[in-house]
């Protein structure tokens, strides 16, 4: 089986703010759900009074749906890579460096007040202004990075050529 298309999986997922909306009242995004998950063991009792934010996201639906959308998005890449045979296929980085990314893209995420399919799905169709200027942020670093990366793999292939 191949990849699923891209296109498909995009109308999906853009097809899923319509219930969001409709029934808990809020748009797509994905990093409140870290805020959510984190609230459980360090909002005890105690010091709910003294992090107000993180109390407010220890429970209901409009908190949860969002750690339920997370773990569906991996379900769904596992599953896609495992049915086109592409699983374990590509090469990555190392179990570590993927961590400390992870940890410092949720912290961009939330020092930006939300991530990329938060601004880039739901931002962006309510063209808010902040998340316009974000996309087109993200979008424009994405291809710095990869220019970058480019030129620095030259390099190390033309230094280790001699």
Sequence with gaps: MRAWPPVLVGLVIGTLQIPLVLGVS?????????????AIPLCTKEIQGH???LSRKRCGIEN??????VFSAMA?????SYLSGSYGSTKGVSNDIALAGGFLIIFGARV????TSGHGLSGVALLVPLSLIGVAAMFGGAIVTAHFLND????SNL???F
């Design 51 to 53: 992090f107000t934010y």
């Design 76 to 80: 769904g890449a596992y599953l896609s």
């Design 159 to 161: 230094s280790s050529a």
């Design 64 to 69: 949860w749906w969002q750690v339920v959308y």
């Design 152 to 155: 620095w793999n030259q390099l």
């Design 112 to 115: 930006a007040s939300g991530c």
């Design 26 to 38: 809020k748009t797509m995004g994905s990093s409140s759900s870290y805020c959510t998950i984190a």
